[in-house]
């Protein structure tokens, strides 16, 4: 992959991030620390199914098939960014 791709990638991940609710970055914060479905249901006070309906909106949001790949598009855009900032 050529940097212009990467940049390209970088930039539409980017955008699709920017279209989640809040509660979906929470959610995605969640499984980028690791934490299980019932976890993030519990810490943000909904119910586990809630957490599976976000799951299922943001990855589809995000173009990715599983919540590792979901976590490692989050963590490579949060890289980026401070990579850009320096």
């Not at 791709?5 to 690791?34: F, H, I, S, W, Y």
């Amino acid at each position: 992959m050529t940097t212009t791709q990467v940049r390209v990638t970088d930039q539409d991940l980017q955008a699709a991030l920017g279209g989640l609710t809040p509660t979906q970055m929470k959610v995605l914060e969640g499984v980028n620390l690791g934490l299980l479905n019932k976890q993030i249901a519990f810490d943000l006070g909904i119910a586990e199914a809630t957490v599976k309906a976000h799951m299922t909106a943001l990855m589809r949001k995000l173009n990715v098939h599983n919540r590792t790949q979901a976590a490692i598009a989050a963590q490579s855009l949060v890289q980026g960014l401070r990579s850009a900032t320096r």
